[in-house]
């Protein structure tokens, strides 16, 4: 994993002036902190940057070499994919905010009669579907959630790293899992979320133990 230009820039400023809050960083590249978030996360999860609450990010000392990049590289999805969680696409709203709740997920993946991925629902689908409606019960998830080909998807063999760059790059919380069993008909088999990144990296940053997977 190369560094951008921009990491590299953040670096320098980190060195020069750290501990130094994330605003100060953005503002002295001109930008949003919002835009800088996935950046800082990265060079924090890899081990370049450390953070401490109320005092900013600071410089570790480490090196490229220190930094087991080439383990990030080669983990593949399916070392770390979780139980999906599925509901119907005739199941009712209310069905699927309980369901979300009690497996304590912020998506659940949609499938049809055949089992296969039908559409996504998120946190926000439900609140907004909750609001001023009177009748979740009887409101099917086929009405609010997003639906196939608009879905981003994953596979068990895709490398860990391009799966985190993929919900970056959609702002998403959340990819399914697929086998593309016939002509993107797709049967979901797991799960990967921000969690699970999260979870992947810092501990193969932080511990000289192997890695185990996001199984919960």
Same mark, same amino acid.
Do not use: W
């Given at each position: ?13 980190? $060195? ?7 605003? !100060?960083?953005? *503002? ?12 800082? =996360? ?7 940057? +450390? ?12 090196? +490229? ?10 983990? $593949?999805? &399916? ?10 696409? %005739?199941?009712?709203?209310?069905? =699927? ?8 997920? &912020? ?6 009669? =055949? ?18 409606? !009177? ?6 998830? %086929? ?38 069993? *016939?002509?993107? !008909?797709?049967?979901?088999? &797991? ?11 810092? *501990? ?8 185990? +997977?996001?199984?919960?």
């Amino acid at each position: 994993m190369e560094l951008t230009d921009r990491q590299e820039r953040i670096l320098e400023i980190v $060195k020069d002036e750290g501990p130094i809050t994330g605003e !100060q960083i953005a *503002d002295h590249l001109s930008l949003t902190r919002a835009t800088l978030r996935p950046d800082l =996360a990265i060079l924090t999860m890899v081990g370049f940057l +450390g953070a401490r609450p109320r005092v900013g990010y600071y410089f570790t000392g480490k090196t +490229g070499a220190e930094v087991p990049l080439t383990e990030i590289k080669e983990r $593949k999805v &399916g070392e770390y994919q979780s139980i999906p969680v599925v509901v119907g696409e %005739s199941d009712s709203v209310y069905d =699927a905010i309980s369901a979300m709740f009690l497996e304590d997920v &912020g998506t659940l993946f949609v499938v049809d009669h =055949a089992s296969r991925l039908a559409g996504v629902l998120s946190r926000k689908d439900l609140l907004r579907a909750s609001i001023g409606k !009177q009748d979740l019960e009887s409101m099917p998830v %086929s009405i609010i959630m997003t639906r196939m080909p608009n879905i981003t998807v994953c596979t068990k063999d895709d490398l860990l790293i391009e799966a985190a760059s993929l919900l970056i790059e959609r702002q998403i919380d959340a990819l399914p899992v697929v086998n593309d069993k *016939d002509n993107h !008909q797709y049967e979901v088999v &797991g799960r990967v979320t921000k969690t699970t990144m999260t979870k992947a990296l810092v *501990d193969l940053v932080q511990s000289e133990r192997p890695l185990g +997977g996001d199984r919960s």
